[in-house]
């Protein structure tokens, strides 16, 4: 399987030997009032990358230049831009298998945690660069704006307006029955049968003697 690993937009002539890419957990476990345990299920950490570049200082047949790079200096030169920006980059790798059927490839932003530079003697003059690098999930803030408004005169309140009466409500009547007087009609309609004369005062157009009413009148009645 054919490897091509780029870090921002330089292509490493030769793919590292391994690329371990770490999702750490964030799990957490508690104990109970019971004394049982449990394990609290959080999201995974953000991607952790850790790999040994080698920038080969000689020309091996297996090294590809894409002109990305021209050196083991314009590399650290690059590496050391990335770093001091704390700029996020794209780290790829495309991956090729056998006659060309293509695999899952890898695209995670990250920033540069830390470098090393090495000296290894089996690596001859080959430069040794070992890079840690952390996913990064862009974030923002929410911007608000707030609008100051000036004082403004409080109108004076409005006096409701007065109830309308509406119509009085239809007055109670009675109908005379047989047998009966003002009296018996005061003290069964109004329960206080001394006020008949209240009857009599609301009903002088039908009433010309208190004594004398006939059955079928139709009375109203004091409230």
């Known amino acids: 399987m054919a490897y091509e690993v780029y870090i921002d937009d330089m292509l490493l002539p030769l793919p590292p030997q391994k690329i371990p890419i770490k999702y750490p957990g964030q799990n957490k476990s508690t104990t109970?009032?019971?004394?049982?345990?449990?394990?609290?299920?959080?999201p995974s950490g953000l991607a952790e990358i850790t790999i040994d570049v080698v920038i080969p200082q000689m020309n091996y047949p297996s090294a590809v230049?894409?002109?990305?790079?021209?050196?083991?200096?314009?590399?650290?030169?690059?590496?050391?831009d990335l770093k001091e920006s704390g700029d996020s980059f794209e780290f790829i790798v495309i991956r090729d298998g056998p006659g060309r059927n293509d695999f899952f490839d890898t695209n995670i932003d990250v920033t540069l945690e830390d470098y090393k530079i090495s000296d290894d003697v089996k690596e001859?003059?080959?430069l040794v660069v070992s890079l840690t690098m952390k996913e990064y999930k862009s974030y923002g803030t929410k911007i608000m704006n707030f609008v100051i408004v000036e004082d403004q005169p409080v109108p004076a309140a409005e006096e409701p307006e007065p109830e309308r009466e509406g119509s009085p409500p239809a007055?109670?009547?009675?109908?005379?029955?047989?047998?009966?007087?003002?009296?018996?009609?005061a003290k069964k309609k109004l329960?206080?049968?001394?006020?008949?004369?209240?009857?009599?005062?609301?009903?002088?157009?039908?009433?010309s003697n208190p004594n004398l009413i006939q059955p079928g009148w139709v009375l109203t009645m004091p409230a």
């Open 191 to 207: 329960g206080n049968g001394s006020r008949w004369q209240e009857i009599y005062n609301l009903n002088r157009d039908k009433i």
């Open 32 to 42: 109970l009032i019971n004394g049982e345990e449990i394990n609290l299920i959080r």
């Open 65 to 80: 230049w894409d002109g990305s790079i021209d050196d083991a200096e314009d590399f650290l030169d690059h590496l050391h």
């Open 124 to 126: 001859g003059l080959d």
């Open 171 to 185: 007055a109670e009547t009675y109908t005379v029955q047989k047998g009966d007087c003002l009296w018996n009609i």
